[in-house]
């Protein structure tokens, strides 16, 4: 086995990837990106790092190269957005191998890529000493309809939903830490299933994104850093409070997973009393799971409260030095 | 002094930006991008990795910044497409500090979108093991001019034409390697400043690309990996062969450096004989540096000379494991 050279990687990648190349095929300096509707463009940018954010000892490369993309679509979700193409930048460790770890992680990117309807359009190779991807997603919003929807904007008396119960992820990564390396252990074997797949496979919400925006959301996050830091993310950027009355907690999750576990891609949104009932049927009538109701925002950005007590700024920060 | 956490670290990251900063204000989860002109959107993704791209013993935080974002933005000038926007995925090593690496890395990137006129839209801050700047810049071709510029475009009989003559970045890594660790030495001082800074901050030709755009250009290519490999890598897009009859060598630098150097950013141009005068004018006329003639595009493929003997496919390819 010889070291792959970056052009003959690049090659292989994009046998890889596949039909789900873009226009220039990822044989050129850059990426002519087709919009399919004219509108507002959004983009953002995200790094999945080994270590920190994938474990691949518990996750496949190509886990990580699913997680990649679609924790950067989640970015596009939580804005409302459709999502257009994704630019990828691999760097793999330089080591004597076939390439095999930078291929499984574009090839488990080219399965996101077909469940989420994201071309990958672009790409660059390098050498590193862990795993980092980094992806960045190009999204639009069609003219004529209502605009991106940004964390800033919910008002005293909306609503807050959340698009499905929370800490899957975090419950699947503790199965996974607990396992044997032989894997399963006794007891519900499904649900050790469907939690282990939520924290290595998760999807993002784009669909219901859409749906929320056009629906009259006035703020949303996605659910990336735990459920309660995303919650003062919002209240931060609206300048506002919240009163909940719910935490919907995973099957086979805790509501400290819940809480603070993070990845959980699920969106919260803000929206108006009134508008509340119409994005509900929305989503009924486009055969999206029901929004779950966590609460009302507050005028007082001092008053954040679940059961009457403050809620702590729980969730998962990077600490950068 | 303590640990910096993402948040905080995003908030001081906006400070040093100041008003480099685009529509959303690295708010929210992504950004939207306005278009100065409709037409194609054009976009590349590009890592610097410290050790592989950078040596933090001979460059400054800042000037990884810099080249970062100038790296990125030689691949639209490539193109031929005028800068709109740029987002940055900041990896920096999860150590005690007050985050004034990542701060000093976004102070260089700053410098370098002032220079260029692209603003920075949105980011994200990992931690990992070493420093990993990876930027996506988006750029534009306005409707009803010549579309973006491919590697593959070049026909027998172009000429082959280059912006500034290379090897002046090699040849600043060569000084800075050799020199005492105070600095100096003797002779032309000059010459090795003028050479340190093509290595340290070196500037993407992004007047260069859209006027050659403009006028005709076939293909283009920036010299990012060698004049040598870039050279073949057109050569290989378009289906052609090459007969070099030059090559421009920068002051301080070896014929080596010039050939398999890399980090020039110069561009290499294809145009046919008719237009190539005019693009010259172009130049001339715009107050830019002259292209020199490199020599001629051939039909075959396997024919790739200088001076009558075959061009080694030299330059800097990363190995990939």
Redesign the interface.
Known sequence: MT?????E?LQRIRSVLGSRIGV?GL???????S?PVSG????????L?E???VDLSLSSPGDAGWKALMGAL???A??G?EPV?A???L?????????S??LAAMAGMAEAAGESGCAV??????????L?I?V????VVPTGEP??V???GARPGDVLLVTGPCGASAAGLRMLRSMAPTGGGAGAADQVAANVGAHRRPVARLAEGTLARRHGATAM??VS?GLALDLH?LAD?SGVGFVLDAVPVAAGATIDEALGGGEDYELVVAVGDSAAERLCDGFAAAGLRAPLRLGRVVDDPARRVLDGEPLPRTGW?????
């Open positions: 070291p792959l050279a970056e052009d990687a220039s044989e050129d300096d850059a990426a002519v990106v919009l507002s463009v959004v983009a953002s940018i995200d790094s790092v270590g920190v954010h989640s970015d596009l939580a804005m957005a193409g630019l990828v930048a760097c793999v460790p330089e080591v004597e191998g076939d390439g770890l930078a359009l672009g790409g660059d190779v390098s050498a590193s000493s862990e980092v980094t960045t997603v190009l999204g605009p991106p940004s964390r800033g996050i996605d850093d993310r950027a920060q990077h600490v950068v030095g």
